[in-house]
């Protein structure tokens, strides 16, 4: 489900990683100095590592090599475990402005437990690259493992 919704945007990708920068920096404008790149690159290279992503899903060893690489990378950019909620809260509600209704509710549960999946791989990745007791949100108390990222249930 997620392939094929992902299918679905086709020339609409640019305008989901617009969206989604728009909907990150809304939530968290603290966040914004965490990309060095021109936004217009950076647009572009999220919109290739979430096609990478996307197709590799079939491969699940591959999948999981790939993000826990990612995530060790996103230490370096100074990501924090808590910044994973935020950034796949922005990716749904993107998908979801730019699918409109075909965003339906086994698309955006698909979604969810596919980012969930990524995003905690990436954590361990990122826990591997430096001390767990690193690997903290904002309150302290969210590390990884124990971070239930987005609530599957959408309501």
């Given at each position: 489900?997620?392939?094929?919704?992902?299918?679905?945007?086709?020339?609409?990708?640019?305008?989901?990683?617009?969206r989604f920068?728009?909907?990150?920096?809304?939530?968290?404008?603290?966040?914004?100095?965490?990309?060095?790149?021109?936004?217009?690159?950076?647009?572009?290279?999220?919109?290739?590592?979430?096609?990478?992503?996307?197709?590799?899903?079939?491969?699940?060893?591959?999948?999981?090599?790939?993000?826990?690489?990612?995530?060790?990378?996103?230490?370096?950019?100074?990501?924090?475990a808590g910044?994973?909620?935020?950034?796949?809260?922005?990716?749904?509600?993107?998908?979801?402005?730019?699918?409109?209704?075909?965003?339906?509710?086994?698309?955006?549960?698909?979604?969810?437990?596919?980012?969930?999946?990524?995003?905690?791989?990436?954590?361990?990745?990122?826990?591997?690259?430096?001390?767990?007791?690193?690997?903290?949100?904002?309150?302290?108390?969210?590390?990884?493992?124990?971070?239930?990222?987005?609530?599957?249930?959408?309501?």
């Amino acid at each position: 489900m997620v392939q094929s919704s992902f299918e679905r945007l086709g020339p609409q990708l640019p305008a989901l990683a617009a969206r989604f920068y728009q909907e990150l920096f809304g939530r968290d404008p603290a966040l914004r100095p965490l990309f060095t790149t021109d936004l217009a690159l950076q647009k572009v290279r999220f919109a290739e590592k979430l096609t990478e992503i996307v197709w590799a899903m079939p491969c699940l060893d591959e999948l999981l090599t790939h993000t826990r690489a990612l995530g060790a990378r996103h230490v370096g950019y100074g990501v924090r475990a808590g910044d994973y909620q935020t950034v796949g809260a922005a990716l749904l509600d993107a998908l979801a402005a730019v699918l409109g209704d075909s965003f339906d509710e086994a698309t955006q549960e698909a979604w969810t437990l596919a980012y969930n999946l990524v995003a905690e791989t990436m954590l361990e990745g990122a826990a591997s690259a430096r001390p767990h007791r690193q690997l903290t949100g904002v309150s302290g108390d969210q590390t990884a493992g124990e971070s239930h990222l987005i609530p599957n249930d959408p309501g």
